[in-house]
């Protein structure tokens, strides 16, 4: 199974650039086309034969092996999150009561985790989500019967609103993880780091925060109502109390 994931600059939300519908179907054939590929290569090669482990890479947009549109799109999507706070339209951030009612509400011991994730599940304790009323949590990545290569927690935290934490091992044989060198922004305990802060007209503000460590990706995304900067704040300081 070729997981091919692409962290390619953080996806803003539907609406929030100025691309045309046009060069947004672009982006998204060549996506599709390219996982096609992948799997058709792995059909080709058989059920049977060894997959090598999943690696995470950083690569430069100039080497993405993808047509001219695809890399201007990325590189005008990289510019506007590096340049600061994102303003997108009204709608585009759910408000958290429909953030709440959308997310699961199953909970389950670090024992079971342990038996259906790769590697035991991130210790947060010492983070501020350890203190934080927990909501619910979900597999991701690549899911086999009750196996996952990933998992999402939700909490609700305090004066910054819901914060999902997903960790995502990319040493799962055939993965591949890869992210843009030039939207790489922050840093978190040494290793380099995406952040991006969204606002939209009535209120509400996400931050999005991506990094990579020994054997995972990890994604931190907090969704709420007012300061975007204090949850950007919040996040960094989550990320480098997170330990494996």
């Known amino acids: 199974m070729n997981l091919a994931i692409i962290l390619l600059a953080i996806v803003l939300p539907a609406g929030s650039t100025d691309a045309s519908p ?10 599709s086309d390219r996982a ?5 290569k792995d059909d080709a090669q058989g059920a049977a ?17 993808a047509p001219e549109p695809v890399k201007k799109h990325f590189r005008e999507q990289i510019q ?11 709608g585009t951030i759910p408000s958290q009561r429909a953030l709440i009612m959308a997310l699961p509400k199953v ?3 670090d024992a079971i985790l342990r038996q259906r994730l790769p590697n035991p599940p991130s210790d947060l304790q010492k983070t501020p989500l350890g203190a934080a009323e927990a909501i619910g949590m979900t597999p991701t990545g690549a899911i086999e ?33 890869e992210a843009f060198v030039e939207a790489q922004n922050t840093a978190i305990n040494g290793n380099p780091g995406q952040i991006e802060m969204t606002v ?6 996400r931050a999005t925060l991506v ?18 900067e204090r949850k950007a704040l919040v996040l960094q300081q989550i990320a480098a109390a997170v330990r494996d």
């Open 22 to 31: 046009e060069q947004i179907d672009v982006v998204g054939q060549w996506l």
């Open 36 to 40: 096609m590929r992948a799997a058709e």
């Open 49 to 65: 034969r060894s997959l090598e482990e999943g690696v995470y890479r950083l690569i430069p947009l100039a080497e993405l092996d």
């Open 80 to 90: 506007r999150s590096r340049s600061g706070v994102v303003r997108v339209p009204k």
């Open 107 to 109: 909970w389950r011991s």
């Open 145 to 177: 019967g009750l196996k996952s290569s990933g998992l999402s927690r939700f909490y609700r935290v305090n004066d910054v609103g819901i914060v999902e934490f997903n960790e995502e091992n990319f040493r799962v044989p055939g993965g591949v993880i």
């Open 200 to 205: 939209d007209g009535q209120g509400r503000s």
């Open 211 to 228: 990094w990579a460590g020994e054997d995972k990706v990890y994604t931190l995304i907090a969704t709420g109502d007012g300061d975007v």
